[in-house]
Structures are given as C-alpha cells and as structure tokens.
Nanobody
Framework: QVQLVESGGGLVQAGDSLRLSCAAS????????MGWFRQTPGKDRDLVAA????????YYADSVKGRFTISRDNRKNTVYLQMNSLKPEDMALYYC?????????????????WGQGIQVTVSS
C-alpha cells in the first residue's frame, strides 16, 4: 500500500515562505519521479513542480519559477517543496504525487498515487 503524507502547510502572509514535505512509503521511493500539484475550488488540478527519480531533473510551472524549489531526499523517502515569496494566488490545496516511472512526469495521468492534500493559505 503506497502512502503519501503531506505536511507543512498553513496560513502565512504574502511574501512569507513555507516548506511542504511529503513522506512516501509502500514502494521504492528512489525509483519514481514525484510531483507537487495544486488545486483551487472550481478549477483543475495543476502541476506546480516535478522532479525525476534522482533529483537531477526538475520542472516548474511558469507561475512559480524562481520562487519555488522542489527537492527530494531518497534516504528519507521524502520530497519537498520550498515556497518563497508567496502570493495570494498561490493559495490552494497542494497535493504530492508519485509517478509510475522514474523519469520526470508532467501530466496528471502519469501519476498513480496521491496524497490527501494540504492547504496553503496566503493572506494579502
């Protein structure tokens, strides 16, 4: 049973930073690419950042490029999303996801396991 458990969300002010963590269990973490998605009410879930199995290759949505950093620690089976200079438009439910393969994945249907989601609220 694969489990992904997010932590680190919360309420912050615009300009603040947060670090999301996602602890994975149930399969070989280092063999799978990982991603962070976010969703706001009434909208589709969008990819924010993705990372390949080794951490060498990353992808960022244009809206977060230069502010967010995705990383992973394969010894700890954990993927992180460091979010700096947060804006009110970053407010969303953030999901961690594990891809079917090791290579970086950019489409939602390439991910087969999802966390429960964690709320990030940014006040202006």
């Amino acid at each position: 049973q694969v489990q992904l458990v997010e932590s680190g969300g919360g309420l912050v002010q615009a300009g603040d930073s947060l670090r999301l963590s996602c602890a994975a269990s149930g399969r070989t973490f280092s063999s799978h690419a990982m991603g962070w998605f976010r969703q706001t009410p009434g909208k589709d879930r969008d990819l924010v950042a993705a990372i390949n199995y080794s951490g060498v290759t990353t992808y960022y949505a244009d809206s977060v490029k230069g502010r967010f950093t995705i990383s992973r620690d394969n010894r700890k089976n954990t993927v992180y999303l460091q979010m700096n200079s947060l804006k009110p438009e970053d407010m969303a439910l953030y999901y961690c996801a594990s891809a079917r393969t090791a290579i970086l994945a950019r489409r939602e249907n390439e991910y087969d396991y999802w966390g429960q989601g964690i709320q990030v609220t940014v006040s202006s």
